[in-house]
C-alpha cells in the first residue's frame, strides 16, 4: 500500500544546494524507497539530487512524500516519511553546517 505526507517545504532557498543535500543525504539513510513529488507533478527518487534539483522546489511548496510499505511490516515507510516531512518543515539554511 501507498503511503503519502504532504508537507510545505521551510527553506529559503527551498530545495537547492544544501537544503537538497541534507534532504538527499536523510532519503538514503531511510530503508525504504521515498519519492518526492510537486503537486501533479511527476514523482521523483528522493535518493537522486538531480532528481530533487530537477524538480525545482521552491520555499512554501507544497510537496508530497510517498512509500510503499508492502516491503515491511514493521512501520519503517510510515517513520521514513514522518522523519523526512519533518525535515522539510525545517529552515534547513538556518540550522548550523555540521562537521
Known amino acids: 500500500m501507498l503511503i503519502e505526507r504532504t508537507v510545505t517545504v521551510a527553506s529559503r532557498s527551498g530545495l537547492h544546494a544544501r537544503p537538497a543535500a541534507l534532504f538527499v543525504k536523510a532519503a538514503t539513510a531511510q530503508p525504504v524507497r521515498i519519492r518526492l513529488r510537486v503537486g501533479d507533478g511527476p514523482a ?22 510517498s512509500a510503499d510499505d508492502a516491503d515491511t511490516d514493521d512501520g519503517a515507510a510510515d517513520r521514513a516519511l514522518e522523519a523526512l516531512a519533518d525535515l522539510l518543515a525545517r529552515d534547513l539554511d538556518a540550522e548550523p553546517v555540521e562537521g
Open 44 to 65: 521523483a527518487d528522493a535518493r537522486s539530487i538531480l532528481a530533487v534539483l530537477a524538480l525545482r522546489v521552491d520555499h512554501g511548496a507544497t510537496v508530497t512524500l
